[in-house]
């Protein structure tokens, strides 16, 4: 996500080239809107941002004033329709919204809408935010607030309107949006790699609940939302970022080796090697090794080019979809005692794969470490892991998930470990491990936890 | 590039597991060819092989016997005329042709094609061989033979006829072709990583100059051409294979550690940090590490998301191309000397703002080690990689380069230690470093090689 | 347009049907949304009926209750956006509206709705029209009335909802609207023609200002608005309906006759011949011969593919334009004097070229004859004729048009023989020929009309 | 078809227009090749004219020399690959054809190409002879004699090379080829109707037999095959031509009117009136009408939009394909003794569904006549009628059909009436009428004719 004002009409150019460095955040379509003499320009579409956007796209969308989106849940439904930003004419002049998050009480507030002689052209919540801002009285700043005092849940927004763009942020601090400043402007982004692209300065973060004002050399701070307790997503820090980002003061990767550390030194193990399920454990595996002073090396070759595939693998290849994803290398691994960290397990379909490819390469005993607590619990708030049901760890016990993956020792970070390596005071939300959502709408939710999942380690022997 | 004879009729489904897996090797167009009962199927399309084959293509194309293909360069013309394999008709039933490499004396062929009263469609290599074996006499291995003894160049192909699929790679064994044996049926590939994949085993490597034939629980070998001295492209070994393909008897990931043992021991710096260009440069720079003993870490952060893009950059954002794909992780490099190893440099253009980009990180001393010789002559058998104008190594010497790129240092590995490193007596084609191509007819070819490019290692002070 | 609903699941294959015989009404669009068990689908797309339809999207609308929409104008946006019917959630469920014709006061409108906080994505009537059905009280014939106390202008819906089809017609009945029986269902379409292709029985038209109510087994009617002096648009007579169609009780294609008619008593000329610009020009040229008693034949052949093209003519193929849709038939007219007979003429382009055509092809007089008034105004209600600029007869008087298209003589009818030959006592909207429109809100509308208009027929000698 | 050559590098331009004037001759695909400078270019596409080129397609079509296509059957496969022009590459430069017309020896030249070691990629006629014009011997026009020695069946071609265009014509003249000249240039077209709309005068037809070359400022003619007695397909006339053309010296329109005057004479019948089959019955049915002194009024109208629906009618539609296409003016036909006139009946599909529809609008007598005798054998020169199973009248007696269709009377056309409407003493080919082909290798060609064709004329009481 992006919002960005410049002293110049280049605004859609460097939206552009942030929403590719974010493309990690979401790949399922991407969208920038600019306005200019009080009208808006929009241009959306299905795909990743470098095949949706072509330079002639970039000569429809004039204006100093931008915002764009990356979409990346596949809930609701997939089409062009859900692409954002969305964008409407309002008696006080075009507003355009980009929203990464998801809102707990969405259902509720669609039905006041509804009842309130409002029709809903989707079942997304980004319509139900614009139908919001739109109803409300007052400036936009006023409007904002009222948004504010009435969604709960996950939100970083940002809006733009005829002569501002505006960064909006949950009182939660959920989901991360962070400023940056770039010649005579500013710039809005979800993570601060996107300001190395484009030359911008890491400026600080929006903080939980505040509302900033974008216009020409400003940067205006409004009190959007009373201050709830703080709690910022903590899959961000464990893999949803990337690594080269900065958050809660922290560099990604840092964070990312010392939750290796951790692990290390509360799972410990004898071996010979080290190695991760890369890419995006090798930071944690990394940690690890440092740690246990075992050596690190590759030990799995990913594929680049995986991607959503449409062909089934018949009986004879039902190994295929993770062979096809990931190799071993023999050398390496060959008569070693070898751990196999990881930055996290949802479904656990991949974990078994793994472990015996790796055996196959020779690896005498495979030992999973897996840099998170186990997930027991679904996010309602953005993040698209998986259902209840799904989980692995909210059906069996680390015992079980252990034999089932046939590991010679599976490990889970504990929560405490876990907080520790993110090194901060600051709130996070622990939902998908502990069950508790940071909202009182949510306090009574019942979910069927598994409590065998309260172990957080176990040898199989 | 696949080839398959199975005892079912999933020749396609296998060919297309092959193929994705096989996808770093070409990404501009895939096809795959079959037949059953002397009829000929083909499904051809530009760009991804996960995106050209959806289920319902692989219902049209049924049959026992595959071949398929994925298209990598841009010479000739980029248009789906040029997709593989090329399928015709012939006096003796279907005959479809997928080939790796480049003719060298491909004019020459043609000339005397058109002389001979042919028309010809396109300007690629492939349509060429696909009319000598067509107006050769005889069955299809004496055809074979009669087109590889006027092809002169590299060409490894896959075959299909109406009742056999065919391997052939030419007499210098340019370019890779290895066997694999899955069920009752056989498996061509370029590389053995698609094995594990569809969970054949690996035989051993088409030799050069020989033809193999599969057909039915059988697997026949021809003498095709006359041995000539046996040259692979070493470029395969340093860059272009899959790290977890085994060439040459041994585990690419292995080589390219071994590269970067014999480019410490050649070319040392007293440092505290090695980090890779990732991701093709890491196994070379963790052999750097271990031989150097100094600690390996990440770096540099890739996005997984480069590919094309069509949006150029304002002024403001000159170095946006490097920084759309690399951003430094600070913590890991302030302060520190670091060794930066990549596994190539070609044009050159992208070291210069990596140096950069790490002492803005902070790096108080950048050390640029590269992990093969100085490439000084164009490749004309297929690996695109720069005229030699382009060549930033075949304009300036060593000392230049590394003043170019304002690294600390700059070393090259030399010809001979690489040669250690591939740890072979079998003979590598090194025309991109020496200018000494292994053809008869390119004897006299004159480079107007820069004699500075001798040197292969410079310290700038 | 349509409204259905069917005792089986068939409504929106019927839709199709109907869609694809008033395909003349407009070319740019099409779409069909269906309601079953309180669940909206619908399927729309840009171009013809029936290259946006495929079996496979009739799969996705199942129901027994459905609406669709060709689009015709290209005022607005020509995109998907504004492709019909538009389908959104209210409290009531879903609300499915298609709409042909164009509201007068739909700025007042717009700002009516912005003004009371609701956002608008497109500038279509049809979006204003939706908004006030959902913001209004009560149930649908309720909230159907408050539209129809707001909207001024031209306006017939088909509207969708949970249990049933309405069919709505403005209280001055600008566009027609017309009832249909089939088997145990209804069908609403705007001209009847469409009936014999399902093989429905005309029922009867709708009313101005009524509302009708289709679902099982029933046809409701009920009171819409107050009734206005009927207003029915001449030009659906004189060109845009299908000459197949019934309209105010007589055949078009009859009526159309009997416009020839009252022109060859209005401006009998001495000819060998009567041919018509085909193919909207012959039953008027039909009906000119048989009162004139001058032969009928076909002078100029029309090319049937005749569509937008993209290509620019050369400077010598200036005349291109006309030639690419119109030849004439030499042998049928050459030496002899020719009356060539018209619909309309909107801008005058096309019958200079057609007059030099039929000289060149050897006519050795070129009488034109107009089967309707002269144009003056522009249309608001829907019919997308030109601006005033571009209406000729706005700009110049009979005789200088007679001079400008070089023909012999130039006749335009009365509007007093028109009316005699539409042979009814209801209203008719005459605007176009008078500037005077129907509605209290354009009493004081000034045009700038050319007194020169006055005068309907001219010779020149 | 056509070729050009003109005195500016418009040659595309012109094709286009020529090609859109020739639209109703193949919708399937179209396309333009031009060469300048000895470099060929070309551009094709699926669909009509009008879609397949933009301005900017013309941008890379640079040249004065060019030839197109508009591909007309859907026999071999229907894929871009069988679109035409074809291009290729041979020892004198580039050569271009394209082709109307079917080879009736195609199996046999085939055979004769791939024993000598030809390879073929499409199943299409054209295809075979650029490889004949490619491998024969000496220049252009000795080549384009040898593959006039060796073709036996319809052909005109359009070719191109490097620095001239020619226009071919098969010895029997089977299908149409005309000359225009345009400036300092010439254009050869399938119809003469293509030279109005670029300007162009009618010159002469390409003789049969005969081999013209267009270069700048020059027609040559050349002999290319010895003569066979004259044929042209007299299907041109009755129908596929369209009616402003000259064919055989005479407008076509013209001679159908004859061909319905001769209807007349021979198969009178007492009615009030005469109606068409609207649009290609138009003319025949203008002739009956003068001839037996019976008004003509239009009492069909066609959907002007009826091309490939892929909607499959419901049972409650069976009658819609008829139905989509035509309705009837029941107002001209009520209580009206008609005579409905079709230029020719192939199916007879649509017959009975037109004479019901007629009677269900009032009509009391339905009399049906054709313009020409009853097709009783299949074509294999490029009329894509249907195989001998589906011809009504290879399978039926006129009785029979008259009952089947439900017609008060049925007459057909008899085939000297016919050949004196055509009012000519060059031969024609009558073979769908007759199933006596003008080749040679068809003399003993054995059809199973059905002997009650032999009556033209039959009245059911």
């Known amino acids: 996500m992006v919002g960005i004002c410049t002293s110049d009409s280049q605004a859609a150019r460097l939206a552009f080239f942030v929403l590719h460095t974010l493309q990690h955040r979401?790949?399922?379509?991407?969208?920038?809107?600019?306005?200019?003499?009080?009208?808006?320009?929009?241009?959306?579409?299905?795909?990743?941002?470098?095949?949706?956007?072509?330079?002639?796209?970039?000569?429809?969308?004039?204006?100093?004033?931008?915002?764009?989106?990356?979409?990346?849940?596949?809930?609701?439904?997939?089409?062009?329709?859900?692409?954002?930003?969305?964008?409407?004419?309002?008696?006080?002049?075009?507003?355009?919204?980009?929203?990464?998050?998801?809102?707990?009480?969405?259902?509720?507030?669609?039905?006041?809408?509804?009842?309130?002689?409002?029709?809903?052209?989707?079942?997304?919540?980004?319509?139900?935010?614009?139908?919001?801002?739109?109803?409300?009285?007052?400036?936009?700043?006023?409007?904002?607030?009222?948004?504010?005092?009435?969604?709960?849940?996950?939100?970083?927004?940002?809006?733009?309107?005829?002569?501002?763009?505006?960064?909006?942020?949950?009182?939660w601090g959920l989901r991360p949006l962070v400023i940056g400043a770039i010649g005579d402007g500013y710039v809005l982004a979800s993570e601060t790699c996107a300001f190395s692209t484009i030359g911008a300065e890491f400026v600080r973060e929006v903080d939980p609940g505040e509302i900033v004002r974008l216009s020409e050399n400003s940067l205006e701070t409004y009190a959007g939302a009373d201050p709830k307790p703080r709690a910022l997503c903590t899959f961000e820090q464990i893999y949803f970022s990337r690594p080269d980002s900065i958050c809660d003061g922290q560099l990604v990767?840092?964070?990312?080796?010392?939750?290796?550390?951790?692990?290390?030194?509360?799972?410990?193990?004898?071996?010979?090697?080290?190695?991760?399920?890369?890419?995006?454990?090798?930071p944690h595996a990394v940690g690890f090794a440092q740690e246990a002073e075992i050596p690190y090396t590759e030990g799995l070759i990913k594929n680049r080019y995986v991607g959503?595939?449409?062909?089934?693998?018949?009986?004879?290849?039902?190994?295929?979809?993770?062979?096809?994803?990931?190799?071993?290398?023999?050398?390496?691994?060959?008569?070693?005692r070898v751990v196999l960290v990881d930055d996290s397990i949802v479904r656990g379909t991949t974990s078994g794969p793994l472990v015996k490819m790796l055996r196959d390469a020779g690896a005498v005993e495979v030992h999973v470490r897996v840099a998170c607590p186990a997930i027991i619990s679904p996010c309602f708030m953005g993040v698209d892991m998986a259902n209840e049901d799904e989980l692995i760890a909210a059906r069996f016990s680390v015992e079980e998930i252990c034999e089932h993956i046939a590991a010679d020792s599976l490990a889970f970070l504990s929560i405490e470990a876990m907080m520790r390596a993110l090194d901060t005071d600051r709130g996070y939300c622990n939902a998908c491990f502990t069950g508790r959502y940071p909202f009182e709408s949510m306090r009574f939710v019942q979910l069927s936890l598994n409590p065998k999942t309260e172990f957080t380690s176990v040898w199989r022997d």
């Open 26 to 171: 979401g790949q399922e379509a991407a969208g920038i809107a600019t306005t200019t003499n009080g009208i808006a320009h929009v241009h959306k579409g299905l795909g990743l941002v470098a095949s949706v956007f072509k330079e002639e796209n970039l000569g429809t969308l004039p204006g100093n004033l931008a915002i764009g989106h990356t979409r990346y849940s596949t809930t609701g439904g997939s089409g062009l329709r859900n692409a954002q930003p969305q964008l409407i004419e309002t008696i006080d002049g075009p507003l355009g919204v980009a929203h990464n998050g998801n809102l707990v009480n969405a259902p509720k507030l669609r039905r006041g809408l509804l009842e309130g002689g409002v029709g809903l052209q989707t079942s997304s919540d980004t319509e139900v935010m614009v139908h919001l801002l739109t109803g409300a009285a007052g400036n936009w700043i006023e409007r904002i607030r009222a948004l504010m005092s009435q969604a709960e849940g996950a939100y970083a927004l940002t809006v733009l309107t005829r002569d501002a763009v505006f960064g909006v942020r949950d009182p």
């Open 253 to 282: 990767h840092s964070t990312r080796q010392r939750l290796g550390r951790e692990l290390a030194r509360e799972a410990p193990v004898e071996a010979d090697l080290v190695v991760s399920v890369p890419d995006s454990g090798t």
């Open 308 to 336: 959503r595939t449409f062909i089934e693998p018949t009986p004879q290849l039902r190994a295929a979809r993770v062979a096809m994803k990931f190799n071993p290398l023999a050398d390496n691994v060959a008569e070693k």
